[in-house]
Nanobody, 122 residues
Framework: QVQLVESGGGLVQAGGSLRLSCAAS????????IGWFRQAPGKEREFVAA????????YYADSVKGRFTITRDNAKNTVNLQMNSLEPEDTAVYYC???????????????WGQGTQVTVSS
């Protein structure tokens, strides 16, 4: 089992940057794929980015390609999401998830964090 804690959210102006971190507990963290999802008020949760257990595969939503970068450090049990050129449409609660296989569907993941709020002002 793995527990996930997100951090790094906050308020930023459009065009700015934030780096989200997902810290995980558990010795088996390096065996999990990690996905980031987000949910804005009144909207469904949507896929943002995902990374395979060894970082060899990465997926991005079209809306964030070229702006967001997902990386992981298995020695530190962390996954980061670097978000650049932020837009008001990126405002949402961001969640990291762990699963046995990299995927873009939320139901493919077994463990979820509590989320961190990202607010982008125009």
């Amino acid at each position: 089992q793995v527990q996930l804690v997100e951090s790094g959210g906050g308020l930023v102006q459009a065009g700015g940057s934030l780096r989200l971190s997902c810290a995980a507990s558990g010795r088996t963290f390096s065996t999990y794929a990690i996905g980031w999802f987000r949910q804005a008020p009144g909207k469904e949760r949507e896929f943002v980015a995902a990374i395979s257990w060894n970082g060899g595969s990465k997926y991005y939503a079209d809306s964030v390609k070229g702006r967001f970068t997902i990386t992981r450090d298995n020695a530190k049990n962390t996954v980061n999401l670097q978000m650049n050129s932020l837009e008001p449409e990126d405002t949402a609660v961001y969640y990291c998830n762990a699963g046995f296989k990299i995927a873009t569907k939320a139901d493919a993941y077994d463990y979820w964090g509590q989320g961190t709020q990202v607010t982008v002002s125009s």
